[in-house]
């Protein structure tokens, strides 16, 4: 039985959106793979974006080491997969669908994003008897594997559609005049949100450097930057990402392309156009052999923290704490523990970001990783 892990820590070093402690988490989590769970360093493969010895983590570097992890896997191998970096979100095209509403991607250090359908194709190529497990560590992860299904979290939207469009927009407008009142009593100075209140608590602990959430407008213009390319838009994402990367761009990027030129030559084949850029969501054909371990909800930031001059990733130190708590390799913990003791921690340190589990049901109570 072999065990192999990819680990991927992105600080963005010297731009607008830098964070501290990414390749923190991954130095702490290669100790722990090595030490609790008994993998070889030579089977650990590190990708980082502060030391040029390292891998550099850009979208293509990592869909190759994330390809060379599973492509040799076999019956009884351990795979193991550790993000740390920003998250984002990116809306869906027409036609498109998907439980959460939005794709949910991770952002290497050069802009190419991978989204959670790319991440749903490696798993299906996972081979029978073998199983891999993602921790991630940033912004909007809890959809970041598409299709699986949620165990711990509030992130699909299953219901979302169900209601009448008319309660939204009552309840748009009542939202809008209560935060209106809400600011104005705040600026009289006679009440604080509970949200204000709770980052004065957290900040009295913790150095709160920023979230591990990257918006679009401000990953577009980090691209623009690293590109020099200013003609790129939110409504045209897609094309932009395949003009600036090509072939290195996301297999889902390509898709959407070909189903574009598609639709362009009047062919008559819209519908397969529609099934080319869906992405690779599970038929069910393909038994899932995935587990997903999130920072956040879909909907949820992931904290970038810094306590006594050390920064890391609020739902990262959670998982190093509850192992050190569970004593040594013989105590083991499953998936289900990790999550639920994780999520109440985070809520005793004052975070407000809810970690998930996503996974099919025979991993739920599985032990973490092995």
Avoid at 57 to 71: F, M, Q, V
Avoid at 331 to 351: C, H, P, S, W, Y
Wanted: with cysteine; glycine share 10%; aromatic share 8%.
């Amino acid at each position: 039985m072999a065990k192999k892990a990819v680990l991927i820590g992105i600080n963005y070093p010297g731009t607008k959106i830098e964070l501290k402690g990414c390749v923190n988490d991954v130095h702490r989590m290669h100790k722990c793979l090595v030490d609790r769970y008994g993998f070889s360093e030579e089977d650990i493969t590190v990708l980082i974006d502060t030391d040029d010895s390292y891998t550099q983590p850009t979208g293509k570097n990592i869909r190759n080491a994330l390809s060379e992890l599973i492509t040799p896997a076999k019956s009884g191998d351990v795979l193991f997969v550790h993000y740390s970096g920003h998250g984002t979100r990116v809306p869906l095209e027409e036609g498109e669908e998907d439980e959460t509403g939005f794709d949910e991607c991770i952002v290497p250090c050069d802009m190419n994003p991978i989204p959670d359908d790319d991440f749903r194709e490696l798993v299906d190529q996972v081979p029978p008897g073998c199983k891999i497990t993602f921790v991630s560590d940033s912004c909007h992860s809890g959809g970041l594997i598409d299709g699986a299904k949620e165990h711990i979290g509030e992130s699909t939207n299953k219901n979302r559609n169900q209601e009448p469009k008319a309660y939204f927009f009552e309840l748009e407008i009542w939202n809008f005049f209560y935060s209106v009142l809400m600011k104005f009593l705040a600026l009289c100075g006679i009440w604080r949100s509970q949200e204000e209140q709770d980052k004065i608590e957290i900040t009295a602990r913790y150095e709160v450097g920023k979230s591990r959430y990257l918006p679009m407008e401000s990953f577009i213009n980090v691209l623009k930057e690293k590109t020099g390319k200013d003609n790129i838009e939110i409504g045209k994402i897609r094309p932009a990402l395949f003009d600036v990367f090509g072939e290195d761009a996301s297999p889902k990027v390509k898709k959407f392309i070909k189903a574009m030129l598609t639709k362009l030559d009047q062919s008559g084949l819209v519908e397969s156009g529609r099934e080319i850029y869906r992405g690779g969501s599970s038929s069910g054909l393909v038994p899932d052999r995935g587990i997903l371990l999130s920072g956040c909800q879909t909907d949820e930031t992931s904290a970038d923290v810094k306590k006594s001059g050390e920064a890391y990733g609020a739902f990262s130190n959670a998982i190093q704490m509850v192992l050190s708590e569970g004593g040594g390799e013989k105590d083991e913990i499953t998936n289900r523990e990790l999550v639920l003791r994780a999520r109440e921690m985070l809520k005793e340190q004052g975070f407000t970001q809810r970690p998930g589990l996503y996974c099919n049901d025979r991993f739920v109570d599985a032990p973490f990783i092995c």
